[in-house]
């Protein structure tokens, strides 16, 4: 398996509070990428990292915000946590334009 | 908006039959990528085509890719019910950007 580590893997929050995700990669790759995934919308790009400190929004953005510090870390954090971010997320990892190594997901849920 | 969309969205089967996806996208890609989701899973690669290939083999899957329709589909031979899984295809027309559709559920009857 690829290595990449996301954490947690499950947590329970409530409405208003920040909440932050980590992804964690040994592999060294330049490019990093936050996914949601809800039924009945496979997987929507919530926000991508193309290297240090440069990130960019994807199609989900608004409530998330996201820092890259170091390449092996990519943060997601959402600001103020809302039910309507109760979701699965996901972050992925690619060296170029080529296939995508995926984390095991992070379940959380917003009360 | 979604980049790819598949084509069932679901899909039932019988072990040893022949599973057959579609992915229709629409802007310009350098290369489709077809994964795989195990439930409750992370996704996994399952293999690649790039924009002047048309066709491409691995193991038990075959994919095609139409650029002119903007379509791909995805064969899986002599299906297992360890097959059964959700299947995802994404388009990449650079780097920064991999847009999955909404995949299309697999079960594969023993």
């Known amino acids: 398996d690829a290595g990449i580590t996301q954490s947690p893997r499950h947590k329970v929050t409530e409405t208003g509070t920040p909440v932050t995700l980590r992804c964690h990669q040994t592999e060294n790759h330049r490019y990093m990428y936050w996914y949601r995934q809800d039924p009945g919308h496979g997987l929507r790009l919530i926000h991508y990292s193309y290297g240090v400190k440069d990130t960019d929004k994807g199609e989900v953005s608004d409530g998330y915000s996201v820092s890259r510090s170091k390449t092996e870390d990519f943060l997601l954090t959402l600001e103020s946590a809302t039910s309507s971010q109760t979701s699965v997320y996901f972050c992925?990892?690619?060296?170029?334009?080529?296939?995508?190594?995926f984390g095991q997901g992070t379940r959380l849920t917003v009360v | 908006s979604q980049q790819g969309e598949e084509d069932p969205q679901a899909l039932s089967i019988q072990e040893g039959e022949n599973a057959t996806m579609n992915c229709s996208y629409k802007?310009?890609?350098?290369?489709l990528q077809w994964y795989r989701q195990n439930s409750g899973r992370g996704l996994v690669h399952l293999i690649l085509?790039?924009?002047?290939?048309r066709e491409k083999h691995s193991g038990r899957l075959r994919v095609t890719l139409d650029t002119s329709k903007k379509s791909s589909s995805l064969l899986i031979t002599a299906s297992r019910a360890a097959d059964t899984a959700s299947y995802f295809c994404?388009?990449?027309?650079?780097?920064?950007?991999?847009?999955f559709g909404s995949g299309t559920q697999l079960t594969v009857l023993p």
């Open positions: 085509i790039r924009s002047n290939e």
């Open positions: 802007t310009s890609i350098n290369n």
């Open positions: 994404a388009t990449s027309f650079s780097a920064r950007q991999l847009t």
């Open positions: 992925a990892i690619r060296s170029g334009d080529t296939e995508a190594f």
